[in-house]
């Protein structure tokens, strides 16, 4: 089954105490990235990758890391988590395509993220 | 810089009637497409439907249709004869695949639809 992984689900972690989501896909897409949640500001953009060893800076980058050392793995690392990093996260994967076809995102289940 | 708007945070439509989620989008790019996704409750996003830029016809996809209007740059999303399964979040989202963040989503702020029995 064609499918985005991510884990953990929840997490509750303290103020500074390091973490790290994993995020994997099956499709062997080229793309992926990732992206935060927040009432009323909709899903906005990380960090993405556009294949191995190609990551860059999405809309909000500041207090996250990300790697792409696999086709399939792309992990969001917290480096120092501050309670405005609370927020539900997600992983999504896309092949890239490089023309307006229907490049559709396919999403993780979502991880909900509380710093205290 | 690419930009969605969704004007209607909440709004209520009653079983088997149709609605109309409204998305107008900003972009100086003439190669774009324009997608609608669904969240329900348990938080995950379930892709609707596309729309190409170039793309002639409305996209449809069973009781979904995009009504689309490009010298106007809206997106809306119909749903025709709401079910209560549709109570959820729908976000409008845009990529350009053409740009330097290639497949990057722009999404706006959502719409919650609420169905009524």
């Known amino acids: 089954e064609a499918q985005v992984t991510q884990n953990p689900r929840y997490l509750i972690t303290v103020t500074g105490k390091k973490l790290t989501v994993t995020c994997s896909q099956n499709?062997?897409?080229?793309?992926m990235s990732w992206y935060r949640q927040d009432p009323g500001l909709g899903l906005r953009q990380i960090y993405y990758s556009m294949n191995v060893e190609v990551t860059d800076k999405g809309d909000v980058p500041e207090g996250y890391k990300v790697s792409r050392k696999e086709k399939r793995n792309f992990p969001l690392i917290l480096e120092s988590p501050s309670p405005n990093q609370t927020s539900l996260y997600f992983c999504?994967?896309?092949?890239?395509?490089?023309?307006?076809?229907?490049?559709?995102?396919?999403f993780g289940q979502g991880t909900r993220l509380t710093v205290v | 810089a690419q930009k969605i708007t969704q004007t209607q945070p909440g709004m209520f439509v009653q079983e088997k009637e149709a609605v109309t989620l409204d998305c107008t989008y900003d972009?100086?790019?003439?190669?774009?497409?324009l997608f609608w996704y669904k969240q329900p409750s348990s938080g995950e996003m379930i892709f609707l439907i596309y729309?190409?830029?170039?793309?002639?016809q409305n996209a449809t996809e069973g009781r979904y249709s995009l009504n689309f209007q490009k010298a106007r740059k809206s997106a809306n999303l119909v749903i025709s004869a709401s079910q209560l399964g549709d109570s959820a979040m729908y976000f409008c989202?845009?990529?350009?695949?053409?740009?330097?963040?290639?497949?990057?989503?722009?999404f706006g702020g959502g719409t919650r639809l609420m169905v009524k029995p």
């Open positions: 972009t100086s790019d003439q190669s774009y497409g």
């Open positions: 999504a994967s896309s092949f890239q395509t490089g023309h307006p076809s229907n490049t559709e995102a396919f």
């Open positions: 989202a845009m990529s350009n695949p053409y740009n330097n963040a290639g497949n990057m989503l722009t």
């Open positions: 729309q190409g830029s170039y793309d002639e």
């Open positions: 499709m062997n897409h080229e793309y």
